[in-house]
C-alpha cells in the first residue's frame, strides 16, 4: 500500500504522509508543506481540502452514499425520531432507552425561553427574514445562559446542546407568530419534539393545532435527512468560529447565516419560487430546462447539483417518496409536485444534466412537504436550521475535544497591487 507521496519541485523532491480514513478515502498530509518548501496549495471552494479528521458522517457522492455514525440513511425512515437521530449525531451511538429518556426531559424542560426574550422579537420589522431573527436570537441566547461560555465537561455540554436544541423551535415559532402579527404560544411539556414545535407555530390561544401522525412522521424526517453533511458550507464555518474557541452559541449562530444563502440552505426557498415562477407564468417544464442549460439566461435549475453528490442525494430519494405518500394522504393536490415530477423526468434524461451529474438534491422536495404541511417558504430555511442543528453541535464539541486543534486560518495567493506610495488628497 501507498503510504507516502512525493512532491517534486525543480530539482527537490519532498515526501508527505498519506492517511487513510475508515472507508478508504486518501489524503496527503501537508500540513508541514510551507515550512518544507516555501509553498502552498491553492484550493478555492476547497473542494480538494480536507479541513479535519471525523467520526460523525460519511459521504460517498460518487455511489450516493450517506450514514451518521455508520449507520445508512436509510435505515431512519421507519419510526423517524429526530430527537434519536441528534442525540447519536452529538453522542457517537444510539441513546439508550435512559438515556433517550433523560435527553427528551432535558429537551422539554428547556424549551421556554426566559420570559424578557420577548421582547427581542419585537424590535424586529415584521418583513424580517426569519433566518436573521434566528442567527440574532441564538447569539442573544447566550447572554442568558452564561454558563455556555465555559462548558466544563459532557456534562455541562449535554446540557447546552439539549437547550440549544429545545429552544431553536420556540424562537423559531415566534419569529413565525411576530411576523403575522399573532400572539406567541408557550410550549407544551405534554408534546413531543415535533408536534410541540407545529403547536408553537399553528395554535391559537382558543384553538390547539393537532398534529397528525403522517405530518409528525414527514417532519421529523425532513429535520434528520438534514441533520448532518460533514464539512458543507455551514458546518465548517461553525468549525471555523469554533477553532477560534468561540462559544457553542456563537457558533452556530454563525452556521445559519452561512445556511442562509441560495446555493446552500436558501436552495429550498428557491426550488419553491422557481416552481411557483414556471406555475404562475405558465412556462412549461422543457421550457425551464433549456433556459437552466443556456449560461447566458443566468438560471439554474434550483434543487439540482451538488458539489459531493454526483450520484442521486438519497436524501432526494427519500423525501420524494414521502412527498408522494404525504399530500394525497393529507388532500393536497399540488400543481408544483407535478412540475417537480416533469422537470426531474425531463434532466435525468437530458445530456447536459448527465455529463454534469447534476442530480436532484434534498432541497428538491423537501419544500414541497413543508408547503403541504402549512409551514409558509419564508421558513423553510429556518426549518432546514432546525434540523441541521444537532450535526452543528456535534462537531464544535468534536473539534473542541480534539486535542491539539488549531485556529482555523487559511492563506491566499496575493494578486493585488506591488508597494505604492500613498499619495494626500489635495495630490489624487
Ligand atoms: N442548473 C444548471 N446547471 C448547473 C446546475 C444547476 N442546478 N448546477 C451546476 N450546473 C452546471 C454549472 O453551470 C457548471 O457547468 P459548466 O461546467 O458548463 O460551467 C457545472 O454544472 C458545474 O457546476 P458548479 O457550479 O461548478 O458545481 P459546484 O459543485 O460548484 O456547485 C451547486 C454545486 C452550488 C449545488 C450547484 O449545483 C447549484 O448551484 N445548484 C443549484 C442550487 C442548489 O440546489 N443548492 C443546494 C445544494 S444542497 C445543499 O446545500 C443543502
Redesign the pocket.
Known sequence: MINEATLVIGEQSFQFPICEGTEGERAIDIQDLRARTGYITLDP?YGNTGSCQSAITFIDGEKGILRYRGIPIEQFEQNPNFVEVAWLLIFGHLPSEQEYRAFSADLTASANLDESMKHHFEGFPRSAPPMAILSAMINALSCFHPECFELEDEEHFRVAAAGLISKVRTIAAYAYRHSIGQPYIYPDPALRYVPNFLHMLFSQPYAEHFCEPVVRDAINLVLLLHAD?EQ??STSTVRMVGSSQANLFAACAAGVCALWG????G?NV??LEMLDRIHRGHISPEEYVRM??D?DSKV????????VYKNFDPRARMLATVAERLLPTLGFNDPLLDIARRLEEIALEDPYFVE?K?YP???FYSGIIMRAVGIPTNMFTVLFSIGRLPGWIAHWWEQSCTTGSKIARPRQIYTGAGITDHVPRDGR
Open positions: 471552494g453533511h458543507n458550507c441560495p446555493l446552500h440552505g436552495a428557491a426550488v437552466a442549460k449560461k439554474r435549475l434550483m434543487g439540482f447539483g451538488h458539489r454534469r447534476l438534491n434534498v432541497d
